[in-house]
């Protein structure tokens, strides 16, 4: 009864500072219809221009002019990047160190998702759909004051991507009717795409870093394992040519990596100025969401995530701190069991997986039985205080794209128990779960170590499932060991784990549900394995994700896009856990502050400003 009235009084107090009322409902017409506003107000700002001086097109900022000087202090939960090779990244993690050095020719706006220029200029495109014109800005340099140019363009997706180097995710999700758009160098600051057919997501795919191709060919043309080693974690810092805002300027293991200014970066503020303001980023690398909270109190950090347990007292120190909480809405990850279905031997006809361990994974009942044992209220209350709701589909809840006639279900021992029969399974005299050869039912369940709310999960997972008579063996392992386990060795049974997604595009998930594709966690294929065993809901999938990236009317590809989210609905290859809220908390002294409920805080690092007269010791 106390733990049930503390939940509460943290339930009444969240309510009564955030005002929340959550809907099931989502509106889905436009991005504009579905992004709540922030608390406190969204500031605002002007919108971002291209000026030329002396002719260089510089992009101009259209935040608050700001100061100069100062550090950013971030986190990041787990063991570290594995590359600052942004080819190569095949987690958050090094993906998002290796992307803050790197720029693409196109980005999404962060607060409207509109896609909008970056290193390039303006865009084009023919009234067939079919050709693409790029304009890259003029005059602007990489890091070591080499000119971006067509060929630095061209290099990156012919020679990295279309060739296959690193990550073949891009490549994969930009094949059209298995053809991959062509490319053109027009002039020195001009490129063309032609596609096979019209290509919805293709502008998106467009923001894919540009490589500097004087730094990146000589390696490229050694090979995959040279390309794959490029960049790897032991990188002199110096030897980095980029053109984002910040560059690498130290990286320790398992501590921290700090990131300085680019000084030849192409962004500038109202007084014609080059930004970054800030002199350094820094990520500390933090063990576990405890030690972060620990860090952010102390004020070794400037920013921090909040989960749902720690938002009502952070919340209620908020008028006395000198920090500021904000409510971004639901979160566009999605988070989520994957359950291994992968049957096959391997090449030397041994098993990375126990075959009958698949044929219980492999039995619709038994995945839907697991999917009914679930208490997801439960898991809302007791691990996101309240701040969050229950999710059943493949898209995040504030997805343009959600299919809102799938409305889950509340937990049904006695449904899960009739799946289970109905499945072949029975139990013995003592309540234990047995498989049809009188097998009892045991499997391992993982998540990664460190981040204290899929532990959680993870324990609220195997004590639901137990009540069904199945024994749970619940393995909390290092984050990139369970990344490889889940896309490498596909020795694992069922694992809860997070993926981010776009509230605006669907396509951007077809690495996870093409059958061939690097993240199809369920039924991993190895690099080049035929798709000839695929299972009928794959081949659907295969189909639906193929067909809408072809539809330019939003309908039309919301029709498929239902279709595959009701497809992962009632197979359960992955089941869809609950959707939190977006709570961060950031220093007052913090300025260019832009919250967002697609971006998040914090994302435009290159404008943030410290303003030192706000500053508390």
């Known amino acids: ?145 080499r000119p971006i140019t067509a060929e630095d363009v061209i290099y990156t997706y012919k020679e990295i991507i279309f060739a296959g180097l690193g990550n073949t995710s891009t490549r994969d999700m930009m094949v059209i009717n298995g053809k991959l758009p062509e490319i053109y160098k027009v002039d020195d600051y001009t490129i063309r795409f032609i596609l096979s057919k019209p290509f919805a997501p293709f502008l998106r795919q467009l923001s894919t870093p540009i490589a500097p191709k004087h730094i990146f060919k000589p390696v490229s043309d050694k090979g995959s394992d040279a390309f794959n080693t490029f960049l790897s974690t032991d990188i002199n810092p110096k030897e980095l040519v980029t053109s984002g805002a910040f560059r690498l300027k130290e990286y320790v293991p398992a501590q921290r990596v700090i990131y300085e200014r680019n000084p030849n970066y192409y962004k500038i503020n109202g007084r014609n100025e080059k930004l970054p303001y800030l002199d350094k980023l820094v990520y500390f690398i933090v063990a576990d969401l405890n030690n972060e909270i620990l860090k952010f109190e102390a004020k070794e950090l ?24 904000y409510n971004l809405g639901p979160d566009t990850g999605t988070m989520f ?40 209220e439960s898991m809302v ?11 059943f589909t493949a898209e995040s809840l504030n997805s343009i794209y959600l299919n809102k006639s799938l409305k889950g279900h509340e937990r049904d021992l006695n449904k899960a128990r009739e799946l289970l029969k109905e499945g072949g399974f029975y139990y013995d005299d003592k309540s234990r779960l047995r498989d049809t050869h009188g097998n009892l039912v045991e ?7 460190g981040n204290t709310e899929r532990e959680a999960l993870g324990v609220m997972v195997k004590q639901d499932i137990e009540d069904l008579g199945i024994k749970v063996n619940f393995k909390p392992i290092e984050f990139n060991s369970l990344v490889n386990k889940l896309v490498n060795t596909y020795d694992y049974d069922m694992a809860i784990m997070g993926l981010t997604g776009s ?21 991993q294929r190895p690099a080049g394995y035929s798709v000839d065993d695929r299972l009928p809901m794959e081949k659907e999938l295969d189909y639906i994700f193929d067909e809408a990236a072809l539809k330019t009317n939003f309908k039309d590809r919301k029709k498929l896009y239902d279709k595959y989210q ?27 502050l832009y919250p967002s409920a697609l971006s998040g805080l914090g994302y435009n690092p290159e404008e943030i400003y410290i303003d030192k007269s706000k500053c508390v010791n």
Not at 305 to 323: F, H, I, P, Q, T
């Open 1 to 145: 009864m106390k733990r049930l009235l503390s939940i509460l009084s943290a339930f009444v107090i969240i309510l009564i500072f955030f005002g929340l009322i959550f809907h099931r409902d989502i509106p889905v017409q436009t991005p504009k219809h579905i992004y709540k506003q922030s608390s406190p107000a969204l500031p605002q700002r002007e919108p971002d221009t291209t000026v030329t001086i002396n002719g260089v097109d510089y992009y101009k900022s259209g935040a608050n002019d700001g100061k100069f000087g100062g550090v950013f202090f971030m986190s990041t939960i787990g063991e570290g990047p594995k590359t600052f090779n942004p080819f190569n990244a095949m987690d958050a993690t090094s993906s998002t160190m290796g992307g803050i050095m790197y720029d693409g020719l196109l980005t999404s706006n962060p607060i409207t998702g509109d896609v909008i220029p970056l290193l390039a200029k303006e865009y084009s495109i023919s009234p067939d759909g079919l050709e693409y014109i790029i304009k890259l800005r003029h005059g602007i340099t990489w890091s070591d004051g």
């Open 302 to 325: 400037n920013m921090i995530n909040l989960r749902g347990s720690n938002v009502a007292r952070y919340k209620a120190k908020e008028a006395d701190s000198d920090y500021t909480v």
């Open 337 to 376: 069991i994957t359950i291994n279905l992968n049957n096959r031997k391997n090449k030397d006809g041994k098993w990375n997986v126990n075959p009958t361990k698949q044929k219980w994974f492999n039995n619709k009942y038994f995945r839907a039985a697991i999917d009914y044992a679930l208490d997801r």
């Open 381 to 391: 209350m007791n691990i996101a205080n309240g701040l969050g709701v229950p999710l």
């Open 443 to 449: 499997f391992d369940l993982f998540t990664n170590a």
């Open 503 to 523: 509230p605006l595009e669907p396509h951007s998930g077809k690495n996870v549900w093409n059958s061939s594709g690097p993240l199809h966690m369920f039924n």
């Open 566 to 592: 009701e497809i992962i609905y009632e197979e359960k290859p992955m089941i869809y856990l609950y959707s939190p809220v977006r709570i961060i908390a950031a220093r007052n002294y913090l300025k260019n």
